[in-house]
T-cell receptor, first 115, second 114 residues
Framework: AQKVTQAQTEISVVEKEDVTLDCVYE???????LFWYKQPPSGELVFLIR??????QNEISGRYSWNFQKSTSSFNFTITASQVVDSAVYFC????????????FGGGTRLMVKP | KAGVTQTPRYLIKTRGQQVTLSCSPI?????VSWYQQTPGQGLQFLFE???????NKGNFPGRFSGRQFSNSRSEMNVSTLELGDSALYLC?????????????FGPGTRLTVL
C-alpha cells in the first residue's frame, strides 16, 4: 500500500519569509513518481512538479525548490521569499508503475502568507 | 490549449437521487481520472478511464460509476445519493506514455446532498 504524510496541516508566515512544506511517503515499488500540487481557494489543483524515483537531483524553479531524499523517503518543497499569492493548500502525491495513474495524496498543508 | 473542463460547477441534490458529472479532458489526452475531495477523507481516487476502458478503480461502493466516450470525454454517475457524497469531485486528464505523466485537473464540481 502507498501512503503520503504531510505532517504540517497549517503553516502561517509573514510575506518574504522562506517556508518549507514537508512530505514523507511510503511505497514498496522501486519505480515511483512524486508530485506537488497547489490548490488555491478556487479549488482547481495546479500541477507544480513531477519527480521520478531515479532522479534525486534537487530542482529549482524561480522561488520554488524541491528536495528529494530517498534515504529518508522525503520530498520537501521550499518557497523562498513567500508572497501573499502563495497562500493555498499544497498537496504532495505519489504514484507508481503498479498503480498506473492513480495518485495517492497526502492530507495537504494549508499555507497562509500574511502581508 | 484549453484546460480540463467540468460541468456543472455546482450541484444540489437530495438523498436518494442520482447525479451525472461531466469532464472534458485536454485535447489529445486519452486518460481521465476522477477524485473525490472531502474535508474528512481528503483527496481520494475514484477511477481512471483510458480509451473507453476503466483501467483502475479506487475503493468506493458500486454506486459510483463512470464511463468514457470515444472522444475521451468522461462522465461519472452516483446513484442513490447519500449525505456523505457531498464533496468536490475533481477530474484530471493526462497523456500517458511510457512513464506516468503529470495529471492536469479541472476546476471541479461541488456536489451538495441535502
Amino acid at each position: 500500500a502507498q501512503k503520503v504524510t504531510q505532517a504540517q496541516t497549517e503553516i502561517s508566515v509573514v510575506e518574504k519569509e522562506d517556508v518549507t512544506l514537508d512530505c514523507v511517503y511510503e511505497t514498496r515499488d522501486t519505480t515511483y513518481y512524486l508530485f506537488w500540487y497547489k490548490q488555491p481557494p478556487s479549488g482547481e489543483l495546479v500541477f507544480l512538479i513531477r519527480r521520478n524515483s531515479f532522479d534525486e537531483q534537487n530542482e529549482i524553479s524561480g522561488r520554488y525548490s524541491w528536495n528529494f531524499q530517498k534515504s529518508t523517503s522525503s520530498f520537501n518543497f521550499t518557497i523562498t521569499a513567500s508572497q501573499v499569492v502563495d497562500s493555498a493548500v499544497y498537496f504532495c502525491a505519489l504514484s507508481s508503475n503498479n498503480a498506473g495513474n492513480m495518485l495517492t495524496f497526502g492530507g495537504g498543508t494549508r499555507l497562509m502568507v500574511k502581508p | 490549449k484549453a484546460g480540463v473542463t467540468q460541468t456543472p460547477r455546482y450541484l444540489i441534490k437530495t438523498r436518494g437521487q442520482q447525479v451525472t458529472l461531466s469532464c472534458s479532458p485536454i485535447s489529445g489526452h486519452r486518460s481521465v481520472s476522477w477524485y473525490q475531495q472531502t474535508p474528512g477523507q481528503g483527496l481520494q481516487f475514484l477511477f481512471e478511464y483510458f480509451s473507453e476502458t476503466q483501467r483502475n478503480k479506487g475503493n468506493f461502493p458500486g454506486r459510483f460509476s463512470g464511463r468514457q466516450f470515444s472522444n475521451s470525454r468522461s462522465e461519472m454517475n452516483v446513484s442513490t445519493l447519500e449525505l456523505g457524497d457531498s464533496a468536490l469531485y475533481l477530474c484530471a486528464s493526462s497523456s500517458p506514455g511510457l512513464a506516468i505523466a503529470e495529471q492536469f485537473f479541472g476546476p471541479g464540481t461541488r456536489l451538495t446532498v441535502l
